[in-house]
């Protein structure tokens, strides 16, 4: 059973950073495109990064280029989401995704969320 668990989340003042994790079992990370995706308040569900892992390729969202950076840690099967200058805009929910074909909002498999609230 493909399982996504995130934490890391946390009250942060504008300019300081937070790391998400995303503990994945079920499958290994090179297998799948894995991704970060947040939903911030009253707003639609926003792509924020992904990882092409057949081609090897990144993506990031215009809004947090330069600033965040997803990596992983095969051994630990782990996704991280590393945020730095963070904005009040950056206030939302993240989630975590997981899918073996693409990763968009129809990625298959999607983690509970953890909650980065952004201060000014």
């Known amino acids: 059973e493909v399982q996504l668990v995130e934490s890391g989340g946390g009250l942060v003042q504008a300019g300081g950073s937070l790391r998400l994790s995303c503990a994945a079992s079920?499958?290994?990370?090179?297998?799948?495109?894995i991704g970060w995706f947040r939903r911030g308040p009253g707003a639609e569900v926003e792509e924020v990064s992904c990882?092409?892992?057949?081609?090897?390729?990144?993506y990031y969202a215009d809004s947090v280029k330069g600033r965040f950076t997803i990596s992983t840690d095969n051994a630990k099967n782990t996704v991280y989401l590393q945020m730095n200058a963070l904005k009040p805009e950056d206030t939302a929910v993240y989630y975590c995704v997981a899918d073996e074909y693409l990763c968009t909002i129809s990625a298959r498999y999607w983690g509970k969320g953890t909650l980065v609230t952004v201060s000014s």
């Open positions: 079920g499958f290994t990370l090179d297998d799948y495109h």
């Open positions: 990882r092409n892992s057949y081609e090897g390729i990144t």
